[in-house]
C-alpha cells in the first residue's frame, strides 16, 4: 500500500505545483482535469477518494485497538513486530490522509482557475466590446461634428442672406420714404397751382365783367 501512496502524493504535490507556477504544462494539465471531470470522471474520482478514505479509517481502528490492548493491560508495546505494524499504520493513515488533502486542494485550485481563466475572458469580451463601442461611438461623433459642420455653414450662409435681405429692405423703405415726400411735395404744388388757377379765374371773370360793363356804357 505505500508504494501507491507515495507515488500519489508526490504526483498529487507536481499537480499542485503545477497549478501554482504558470508553465507550460498548465494548459495541458486543465484539459485533462477538464476531460476527467465530464461524464463519469467524478464518480470515479469520489470511488477511489471513498476507498482511500475507509482505508485510512480502518488503519486508524488498527492503531486504537493495538493501543487499546496495552492501555487496558497497563503494558507497553514491546514487541518489535507490534511496533512495526504500529508505525506502518501510522505511516499509511497519515499518507492517505495527505493524499485526500492534496486532491481537495487540487480540485479547488483547479475550480479557482477555470472560474479565473472564465472571469478573464469575460473581461476580455467587455474590454473588446468597450472598445468597439468606442470606436463607433468616435465614428459617429466625427459624423455629427461634420453634420454639425455643415449646419453651421448654412446658418452662417443664411445669415448672409438675411443681410442681404434686410439691406433691401432698408432700401426699398428709403426709396418708399422718398417717394412719399416726393408724392406730397407734388401735392403741395398741385394744391398750389390749383389754387393759382381759381384765383387766375376769377380775375379774367372780373375782367370780363368790366370789359362788358364798358361796352354796354360805351353803346348807351
Known amino acids: 500500500m505505500i508504494q501507491l501512496l507515495f507515488p500519489l502524493?508526490?504526483?498529487?504535490?507536481?499537480?499542485?505545483?503545477?497549478?501554482?507556477?504558470?508553465?507550460?504544462?498548465?494548459?495541458?494539465?486543465?484539459?485533462?482535469?477538464d476531460r476527467v471531470k465530464r461524464d463519469r470522471g467524478p464518480i470515479i474520482v469520489k470511488a477511489v477518494a471513498g476507498t482511500i478514505l475507509a482505508a485510512m479509517v480502518s488503519r486508524i481502528f488498527s492503531m486504537m485497538k493495538i493501543q487499546k490492548r496495552y492501555w487496558l493491560g497497563n503494558e507497553e508495546i514491546n514487541s518489535t513486530s507490534e511496533q512495526l505494524l504500529l508505525?506502518?499504520?501510522?505511516?499509511?493513515?497519515?499518507?492517505?490522509?495527505?493524499?485526500?488533502?492534496?486532491?481537495?486542494?487540487?480540485?479547488?485550485?483547479?475550480?479557482?482557475?477555470?472560474?479565473?481563466?472564465i472571469r478573464r475572458k469575460t473581461m476580455k469580451k467587455q474590454n473588446q466590446v468597450f472598445e468597439d463601442g468606442r470606436a463607433v461611438s468616435v465614428k459617429e461623433t466625427e459624423v455629427i461634428e461634420e453634420e454639425m459642420a455643415m449646419l453651421r455653414a448654412k446658418v452662417k450662409k443664411l445669415e448672409l442672406d438675411v443681410d442681404a435681405k434686410t439691406k433691401e429692405v432698408n432700401n426699398a423703405e428709403e426709396n418708399v420714404l422718398a417717394l412719399k415726400n416726393q408724392s406730397n411735395g407734388f401735392l403741395l404744388e398741385y394744391d398750389r397751382l390749383f389754387e393759382d388757377n381759381q384765383n387766375l379765374r376769377?380775375?379774367?371773370?372780373?375782367?370780363?365783367?368790366?370789359?362788358?360793363?364798358?361796352d354796354s356804357s360805351r353803346k348807351g
Do not use: N, W
Request: charged letters at 25%; hydrophobic letters at 50%; proline letters at 1%.
Open 202 to 214: 376769377s380775375q379774367l371773370k372780373t375782367l370780363d365783367r368790366r370789359l362788358s360793363h364798358s
Open 9 to 33: 502524493v508526490f504526483a498529487e504535490m507536481a499537480l499542485i505545483i503545477i497549478f501554482v507556477f504558470k508553465t507550460l504544462l498548465r494548459k495541458p494539465v486543465i484539459r485533462s482535469l
Open 87 to 117: 508505525s506502518r499504520h501510522l505511516l499509511e493513515a497519515s499518507l492517505m490522509g495527505f493524499s485526500l488533502f492534496l486532491g481537495l486542494m487540487i480540485e479547488r485550485l483547479h475550480h479557482y482557475i477555470r472560474e479565473l481563466d
